[in-house]
């Protein structure tokens, strides 16, 4: 999904491949400067991140209501939540967020976290996304943004094949485009977890649970979203590396589905009853590991499982002893910091790495009550 970088609810977090009903409306008490527009992007070259056009500090309201976008088979649209404003006389920069699933609980945390931030980091913060993963709809909500002329867009793109033509629209109007939690070599920069690292980690804190010895069933979106490839390469690397007694049994795709990963975590433990250790590398799977292993006739315990992200139905789930660890990842809480690179970016024309590798934060029954990624995980790799 990433990987997304590790991509919760999430491919990215809840990945669900499949055409959506995104409903346009515009947010209830939105920042004057609320503007929606369909036309067609401009086509020109790139300029220089320095030289681009400088953000617009002030606009009348208008509104022009988009009542239905073809998308795929059906017809759609989705919410336009808009925020924040400018810094009093400074510039003001217009940054979108085109989330992929901004109604989830950590894709909605990284979505509000940017919103709230605008004020002080001197945006204007536009926040869209469908309900469920549509990758046309985000592609078409990257052409709005092209079109409403964004200084910025941060995005997932969860097929970077799909995203290249209109991210090289974005980048050739002078947009700075950034990615979260996918790792995209097309964008401007890319933000999340080192993914072969994260994979190699994983093995360890399995490692570290059995004594080196288990047999271990692999849970994540498909066997094809970028950063769970790269996380599944890093596993099997420190598997060969240091531990010879862990085997791959099976690797299964969910379709970030909770309702797939219940029927999948159900057939993996008939098909594999060696199987005591489930690696789960999508965020839709945890909160069903319960009543699948109780179907299963498993006890809490039975079966050790290594989770991601950190939703309240796995934190539960770690309390009551079906989850044994979850990494929680700390680059959904990076959304100001990437919105800050981007209007440095823009104003002081600075010049950023390919990628930002953000750590993981583990969660266990001894961290409960859990209270979030420490803040300087977060920050730690845009500093200095």
Do not use: H
Not at 71 to 79: D, F, P, Q, T
Not at 142 to 168: H, M, N, S, W
Not at 221 to 226: E, K, M, R, V
Not at 275 to 302: F, N, T
Request: proline share 6%.
């Amino acid at each position: 999904m990433t990987q997304f970088s590790s991509i919760d609810n999430q491919r990215l977090g809840n990945l669900r491949c499949q055409n959506a009903r995104l409903d346009w409306t515009p947010a209830s008490g939105g920042a004057a400067g609320e503007r929606w527009s369909d036309g067609s992007p401009d086509q020109g070259s790139r300029p220089e991140v320095g030289n681009v056009r400088r953000p617009r500090a002030l606009r009348s309201v208008a509104v022009v209501a988009v009542a239905c976008v073809m998308l795929l088979a059906g017809c759609g649209g989705n919410n336009d939540d808009q925020g924040g404003g400018g810094s009093a006389g400074g510039e003001q920069f217009d940054l979108w967020y085109v989330n992929p699933l901004p109604n989830t609980p950590d894709w909605g945390r990284s979505g509000k976290l940017f919103k709230d931030s605008a004020g002080q980091l001197g945006y204007k913060a536009t926040l869209v996304g469908p309900n469920k993963i549509d990758i046309a709809a985000m592609v078409s909500q990257i052409e709005q943004a092209i079109t409403a002329r964004a200084d910025g867009i941060i995005t997932c793109p969860l097929d970077p094949a799909a995203f290249k033509a209109v991210i090289d629209r974005a980048q050739s109007e002078g947009i700075v485009v950034a990615s979260i939690g996918c790792v995209d070599p097309n964008a401007d920069f890319s933000v999340g977890t080192g993914n072969e690292a994260y994979g190699r980690l994983s093995a360890d804190l399995i490692a570290k649970q059995t004594g080196g010895k288990a047999n271990v069933g692999i849970l994540g979106t498909d066997q094809t979203t970028p950063n769970q490839v790269e996380q599944v390469k890093g596993f099997r690397a420190q598997l060969k590396e240091k531990y010879p007694d862990i085997k791959e049994l099976v690797w299964e795709g969910d379709k970030s589905d909770a309702g797939v990963a219940a029927q999948k975590l159900g057939d993996m433990l008939g098909a594999y009853p060696q199987m005591d250790y489930l690696w789960i590398i999508e965020g839709a799977a945890p909160g069903a590991v319960p009543a699948a292993m109780r179907e299963a006739g498993k006890k809490a315990g039975d079966v050790k499982v290594l989770a991601v992200d950190a939703q309240e139905s796995t934190l539960k789930a770690i309390q009551d002893g079906w989850i044994t660890t979850t990494l929680n990842q700390c680059w959904f809480d990076t959304s100001p910091n990437i919105a800050k690179l981007i209007t440095q970016m823009k104003k002081d024309n600075v010049k950023p790495k390919s990628f930002y590798a953000v750590d993981v934060d583990p969660v266990s029954k001894e961290n409960l009550p859990y209270k979030g990624c420490p803040k300087d995980k977060a920050d730690a790799p845009f500093s200095g």
